[in-house]
């Protein structure tokens, strides 16, 4: 069966501070790849996307994400946190069937 | 360009009691989607809508949830009875199609609580 890993429930950082938060997925055929985020209060929304092409995508914020394939991940990354950046990230597949499937989240928090 | 409104926004019912949620999606977007939030995990897919047909439904639990997409525009979700383990947030969302091109846009939800 299709699934979503993200290994880190929960992050702390200080702002200023470089972000990784790691996705694998299982599934050996074509994907789309997205990563979402909830801020608090707010509804989940798309920070990037991964169709095809260069495997460095760039999305809003200044967060990218790079799709390696070898490795089934596609890690969100950001040079410099914010505080503004606390938020829930949730990666997800489209695989084959169309149908979305969601990691568990990571919830960051940034300090100020 | 209005989101994706659905309502309520909170709900709180007794077990055995029946409730529905409504969604209304963006203008123009063909597909549209409910989802279940379970605390502390991600979105899981109940059932998909290309215009009025459900496509997938593989994941509702058609004992006791329905769903209806009304002219391919609005949709309701409906439980009947809820149980205590239906409690959760249930997300609608909306495409333009299917393919996976296309970025889903997600309403605020409607949390659920059954006591």
């Known amino acids: 069966a299709q699934s979503v890993s993200q290994h880190n429930h929960h992050v702390i950082l200080s702002e200023a501070a470089s972000l990784e938060l790691g996705c694998n997925y299982s599934?050996?055929?074509?994907?789309?790849l997205f990563w979402y985020v909830q801020y608090p209060g707010q509804h989940l929304q798309l920070l990037l996307k991964y169709f095809s092409g260069d495997p460095l995508v760039k999305g809003i914020k200044g967060f990218e994400a790079e799709f390696i394939k070898s490795k089934f991940s596609f890690n969100l990354r950001k040079p410099s946190v914010q505080w503004s950046d606390t938020a829930e990230y949730f990666c997800a597949v489209n695989a084959g069937t169309y149908k979305y499937i969601f990691g568990t989240g990571t919830r960051l928090k940034v300090l100020a | 360009e209005a989101g994706v409104v659905q309502s309520p926004r909170y709900k709180i019912i007794e077990k055995k009691q029946p409730v529905a949620f409504w969604c209304n999606p963006i203008s123009g977007h063909n597909t549209l989607y409910w989802y279940r939030q379970n605390l502390g995990q991600g979105p899981e897919l109940l059932i998909r809508y290309e215009n009025e047909e459900a496509v997938d439904d593989s994941q509702l639990p058609k004992d006791r949830f329905s769903a209806e997409r009304l002219k391919g525009v609005d949709s309701t979700l409906k439980i009947q009875p809820a149980e205590l383990g239906d409690s959760a947030v249930y997300l609608c969302a909306s495409s333009l199609d299917y393919r996976g091109h296309y970025e889903q846009y997600f309403g605020p939800g409607t949390r659920l609580t059954v006591t």
């Open positions: 599934y050996g055929g074509t994907v789309n």
